[in-house]
C-alpha cells in the first residue's frame, strides 16, 4: 500500500470472465490490496499437499464442489491473514450458507468490509 493510503477490503461478485481478476489485479498494483481467489486458494492446498489439499483433490479433479465448511476455514485464515494491508475477495463467498458463516467470522474477527461490487457483464 502506498504512503498517506489506507486499506479496504473488497468483495468482487459475478459471474466467470466478467473480469473480477482483471481489475483486481489493477487495484493490487495500484493500491498494493492482496487478491484471494477461492480457486486459487483450493488449488495451491493441493498443490501443497496439505491434509485438506489431499481431502479435496479428487473432488477438484472430478470437478466437483468442495464443501463449503471447506472453503470457509480456508478463506477466512487468508482474510484474517490480510485484513489488515487491504484485500479484494473474488467471488466468495458463493452461496447463502457461505455468506451466513462468513458473516459470522467477519463478526467475531472485527474485520470489516468495505466495499462490495457485483459484476454481472
Known sequence: ?????????????????????????????????????????????????TKIGRQIAPLIKDGKLVEDEIIADIVSKKVKELAKTGFILDGYPRNLKQANMFEKFLQKSKIKIDFVLNIDS
Open 1 to 49: 500500500m502506498r504512503d498517506g493510503d489506507y486499506s479496504m477490503n473488497i468483495i468482487f461478485f459475478g459471474p466467470p470472465g466478467t473480469g473480477k481478476g482483471t481489475i483486481a489485479q489493477y487495484i493490487n498494483r495500484k493500491f498494493g490490496y492482496q487478491h484471494i481467489s477461492s480457486g486459487d486458494l483450493l488449488r495451491d492446498e493441493v498443490k501443497k499437499k
